[in-house]
């Protein structure tokens, strides 16, 4: 079964940019779709995108237009660019196949604040 491994995290003030990645251990080439979710603090996990094995990409409504989301299929690897950040956007961050299977792997802490 594919595990999935977040990296990238970190802390960053408001209006930085991180870049999120995901190393899979086997292939993505079969997941149709592949998503970054998200967990903030007294929230439920929330799907924050998600990209189609062709490259179409999907935003949540509160992300869209400072997030970017793409996979590299040979690589087996899903990134999400993470520009123009809010306190809002602290979280972890996992990444998974939409809609998500198997294990979650142990995300990646995403702290925006000044």
């Known amino acids: 079964q594919v595990q999935f491994v977040e990296s990238g995290g970190g802390l960053v003030q408001p209006g930085g940019s991180l870049r999120l990645s995901c190393a899979a251990s086997?292939?993505?080439?079969?997941?149709?779709?592949m998503g970054w979710y998200r967990q903030a603090p007294g929230k439920q996990r929330e799907l924050v995108a998600r990209?189609?094995?062709?490259?179409?990409?999907t935003y949540a409504d509160s992300v869209k237009g400072r997030f970017t989301i793409s996979r590299d299929n040979a690589k087996n690897t899903v990134s999400l660019q993470m520009n123009s950040l809010k306190p809002e956007d602290t979280a972890v961050y996992y990444c998974?196949?939409?809609?998500?299977?198997?294990?979650w792997g142990q995300g990646t802490q995403v702290t925006v604040s000044s």
């Open positions: 990209v189609a094995t062709g490259g179409t990409t």
């Open positions: 086997g292939s993505i080439r079969s997941i149709y779709s």
């Open positions: 998974n196949a939409y809609p998500p299977f198997g294990f």
